[in-house]
Structures are given as structure tokens and as C-alpha cells.
């Protein structure tokens, strides 16, 4: 975890591996999920129980927000409030919703 503000009631379940980057933002009640916590089959094939969460840097991450396993966040991303992130978000866009998908391409910028 690099220098960065978690906060309040921010919930990190990890059973692995999940990197924060230096300057992340982190709001009130986020979840970063890296483990279903079970097994999951899907037609007979056993699917992975977690996978690297991994958070780059200068990265905004609004309330209410789900990340769970197996995603990465770019360096400079923002994440809308309220929102689920299912897959990877690139550097310097901004996604939100259910399930998160772009709103602002690249060429975002954000300071605290």
C-alpha cells in the first residue's frame, strides 16, 4: 500500500494479493473483493477463487463503489460513486455504473 487516504468504514478482504498505488483516493464504504470466498463451477469447469486487485496511482475511487477480483485500475483513473467494477479501467478515464464502464475517455486529470 503506498502513501494514500482510506476513508471511513473501507473494507479490503484479501487472500492473496492487493496493491494500492501513492496518491489514491479511497471514499466511505468501498469494498475491494479479491476472493468469491468459495468454489465456483460454471459447465463443470472450476473458476478461479481470487486473483490480483491491483490499483495504480493517482488513482479517485468514489463511495459505495465494489472492485473485486482480478481488476486493475490505471494510473490517474477516477471511479464514479456507486459504481461496480467488473474489469480493468485504463489510465486517465473515468467509468462508474453497474457495471462500471467508460463515461470520459483518456485525458482526464484529477488533483485533491
Not at 503506498?2 to 464504504?29: H, K, P, Q, Y
Not at 461496480?84 to 484529477?110: F, H
Amino acid at each position: 500500500m503506498g502513501d494514500c487516504r482510506l476513508n471511513s468504514n473501507v473494507r479490503i478482504l484479501c487472500a492473496d494479493e492487493i496493491t494500492i498505488g501513492d496518491g489514491v483516493s479511497i471514499a466511505w464504504n468501498v469494498q475491494l473483493l479479491h476472493s468469491n470466498r468459495h468454489e465456483l463451477w460454471v459447465n463443470g469447469e472450476k473458476r478461479k477463487r481470487s486473483s490480483p486487485i491491483v490499483v495504480g496511482d493517482n488513482v479517485w475511487i468514489g463511495h459505495d463503489t465494489t472492485i473485486t477480483k482480478g481488476v486493475e485500475i490505471g494510473d490517474g483513473a477516477i471511479v464514479a460513486s456507486n459504481s461496480v467494477v467488473l474489469n480493468d479501467v485504463p489510465e486517465n478515464t473515468i467509468v462508474g455504473g453497474c457495471p462500471a464502464e467508460i463515461l470520459e475517455g483518456s485525458g482526464i486529470a484529477w488533483s485533491r
